[in-house]
């Protein structure tokens, strides 16, 4: 195991002071995975202030001091060095009562939550509880007692489903069985946590499985999933249920957090809005407007930043409008939503065909032909915004035109600018409003 010249030195400082020393944890994972982890973790029988004492003039900082962990930043790597610990007693099902500091590896390893992630090295892995062959074989096994790790710290749970969904790999039967029946401890959890570990989750290789499989574990933390489970279209647009085609949706687009969050709830409004025609067929009248309600007291819920609710809000709100590969259509939704917004609009449409009925799949032609246009339209620095027009609110107080009526102008001559009526050129425009003027006082 080749490991960072930071974490090399830390190892080596360490035990040149007679501490034992080890990377432990999602590094070793990792690195046995050939996967690039920045996050390096260490582990030793050093109490946090030797640990100081020993890294005396570097950049050290108590960020758990409680917990035994300092951080150390070398070279721009932050490292945490955390003494070999045991938890005891988890009375609420998250935070240990008392943390132990121990002398051992193996018993600090015993504490960590999966198999594969209870591994530490230090010239050779240390591996007690089989991890690497956990590894090779694609499995995640709680460390010891499932029911007993699961109901000390519940947030294990969602961490196995996010190991199953990023890696790939299969959760043991026992693990599996006490994931189930411990589910309900999820209550205990913080939303932050819950939602760190479900961004993840949503952005796996294998996140269709792991939603498909696990749906009365998310129906802990997210209810409203409830609803969805099971509930048939009844249209042709569709072959699966609401659910199942959110999950579908989500497996088949980009990895982007944003667009991954708008696409699972994109139609979770669906049920309540369902209503059935004499032919049988079933209808979603305003399904986007009440998806985007629920959505919102979702996100709300699990504490996501303004940033990302007010882009995945406003995805979900357009998922489903007409997009011609016109123009003068994708400049109007260039100036509503801006370019990245429109870029995400089109693979939330994108998605969603995806999942729909295979017989519309000619739909992603027709946003091919969009993404072609827009690509034009930006290239060309055509004018979409009212940033990009070819005169200002100061042109026109220079004609004569004051207070709110400058700001109706702007957008009456970005409209007809859109419309391809008027060209985006400042003479021509002063020109066009000077013979107009009854329409601009
Ligand atoms: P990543 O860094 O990719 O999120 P990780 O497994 O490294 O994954 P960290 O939160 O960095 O996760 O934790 C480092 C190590 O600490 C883990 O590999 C595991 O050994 C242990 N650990 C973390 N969280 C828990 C937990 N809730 N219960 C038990 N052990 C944990
Ligand atoms: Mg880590």
């Not at 940033?387 to 220079?398: C, M, P, S, V």
Request: hydrophobic residues 40%; contains cysteine.
């Amino acid at each position: 195991m080749k490991l960072t010249a930071s974490a090399q030195f830390v190892l080596d400082k360490l035990n040149q002071s007679n501490y034992k020393a080890y990377i432990v944890g999602g590094t070793v994972r990792d690195f046995l995975l050939n996967k690039h982890n920045t996050d390096i973790d260490v582990t030793t029988n050093a109490l946090p202030d030797q640990v100081k004492d020993v890294f005396k003039g570097y950049k050290i900082f108590d960020t758990g001091i409680k917990h035994g962990t300092v951080s150390l930043l070398i070279n721009g790597e932050l490292i945490e060095i955390t003494t070999f610990r045991k938890d005891e007693k988890y009375l609420d099902n998250r935070h240990p009562s008392i943390v132990q500091f121990v002398s051992t590896l193996k018993k600090d390893l015993l504490r960590r939550d999966f198999t594969i992630n209870a591994m530490a090295y230090n010239i050779r892995i240390y591996d007690y509880y089989g991890g690497r062959e956990d590894l090779a074989n694609k499995i995640i096994r709680a460390v010891g007692d499932a029911n007993e790790r699961f109901r000390e710290d519940a947030l294990r749970i969602l961490r196995a489903l996010r190991f199953s969904s990023v890696l790939g790999f299969t959760i043991e039967e026992k693990t599996k069985q006490a994931m189930f029946g411990n589910k309900s401890l999820l209550k205990n959890i913080s939303h932050e946590r819950i939602r760190e570990e479900f961004d993840k989750i949503l952005l796996g290789q294998n996140a269709e499985e792991v939603l498909l499989n696990y749906e009365k574990i998310f129906e802990e933390i997210i209810p409203e999933f409830a609803l969805m489970y099971g509930f048939e279209q009844h249209n042709e647009h569709h072959i699966y249920d609401v659910y199942t085609h959110c999950v579908k949706a989500v497996a088949s687009s980009k990895k982007d957090l944003i667009i991954r969050l708008a696409l699972m709830f994109h139609d979770i409004g669906k049920p309540n809005v369902f209503s059935l025609d004499e032919q049988g067929r079933g209808h979603f009248y305003n399904h986007a407007v009440e998806s985007k309600k629920i959505a919102r007291d979702i996100l709300n819920r699990l504490k996501y930043d303004n940033n990302t609710k007010k882009q995945v809000l406003t995805l979900i709100e357009h998922h489903d409008v007409v997009l011609n590969a016109e123009e003068k259509c994708v400049k109007r939704w260039l100036n509503r939503l801006g370019e990245d917004l429109f870029d995400k609009l089109i693979e939330v449409q994108r998605g969603d065909n995806f999942a729909q009925h295979p017989k519309h799949r000619d739909r992603q032609i027709k946003l091919d032909q969009i993404v072609t246009l827009k690509n034009k339209i930006i290239e060309e620095k055509n004018c979409f915004s009212l940033k990009q027009l070819a005169i200002n609110g100061r042109d026109l107080i220079a004609l004569g035109m004051k207070g709110r009526a400058v700001g109706q102008a702007l957008n009456k001559i970005l409209n007809l600018v859109l419309n391809g009526e008027i060209e985006n050129d400042k003479t021509k425009i002063i020109e066009y409003i000077k013979s107009n003027k009854k329409c601009y006082h």
